[in-house]
């Protein structure tokens, strides 16, 4: 199976200032045919499901506002959330749809400072 | 607008089985697959396994096989999701999540959870 590990497990970050999350994959998810890589990011708050961010490392899912970015390639993956709002407090997780089973990082928990 | 509505809370003992329902609605439900994914009190997210809607294939991950199931039912747009012989562990809010072929198969939108109890 395919491990991602994230850091921090959780970071506190001013309100207005950046929060970078990193992702690390124990192979490559870059699908070579495509050049895609096959991973995504999601924000869950509590008690509400995931909610799809990022997908192919950099692609912003629909409605989600541009202070979210994704970056990486291959086995190295951040999540940036530029501008921290209140409603950004929530668990961030990475995940490799390359192949199954799929797979998520540990999670890491955004707060405000 | 795409909507995944899963079954209510379940209570269960130890050895019984669950069935936990995610019907779709605001899209051709037979055109797209789903994962099933469970997260555990406190903890993070565990994939399960994935149904193909058209087809009724399945595959399901090492740790549950033989102890889960996936169905789909296209006359109402529902997948269904069996455990049998339920362990305390697990205990989880379990997740339907429909996957969008048109960006690398990523869970896109998921259902509100369910969450099942298990215990004497």
């Known amino acids: 199976d395919i491990v991602m590990t994230q850091s921090p497990d959780s970071l506190a970050v001013s309100l207005g200032e950046t929060a970078t999350i990193n992702c690390k994959s124990s192979?490559?998810?870059?699908?070579?045919?495509?050049?895609?890589?096959?991973l995504a990011w999601y924000q869950q708050k509590p008690g509400q499901p995931p909610k799809l961010l990022i997908y192919?490392?950099?692609n912003r899912a629909s409605g989600v506002p541009d202070r979210f970015s994704g970056s990486g390639s291959e086995t190295d993956f951040t999540l940036t959330i530029s501008g921290l709002q209140a409603e950004d407090v929530a668990v961030y997780y990475c995940?490799?749809?390359?192949?199954?089973?799929?797979?998520f990082g540990q999670g890491t928990k955004v707060e405000i400072k | 607008q795409v909507q995944l509505v899963q079954s209510g809370p379940e209570v269960k003992k130890p050895g019984a089985s669950v069935r936990v329902t995610c019907r779709g609605s605001?899209?051709?439900?037979?055109?797209?697959?789903f994962n099933w994914v469970r997260q555990a009190p406190g903890q993070g997210l565990e994939w399960m396994g994935w149904?193909?809607?058209?087809?009724?294939?399945?595959k399901y991950s090492q740790k549950l096989q033989g102890r889960v199931s996936m169905t789909t039912d296209l006359s109402t747009d529902t997948v269904y999701m069996d455990v049998r012989s339920l362990r305390s562990d697990d205990t989880a809010v379990y997740y339907c999540?429909?996957?969008?072929?048109?960006?690398?198969?990523?869970?896109?939108?998921w259902g509100q959870g369910t969450l099942v109890i298990v215990s004497s």
């Open positions: 999540a429909r996957e969008n072929f048109e960006a690398g198969s990523v869970s896109d939108f």
């Open positions: 605001g899209y051709t439900f037979s055109s797209y697959n």
């Open positions: 149904i193909n809607t058209y087809n009724g294939n399945t």
């Open positions: 192979q490559s998810v870059l699908y070579s045919s495509s050049n895609n890589n096959y």
């Open positions: 192919w490392s950099s």
């Open positions: 995940q490799q749809y390359y192949t199954t089973p799929e797979t």
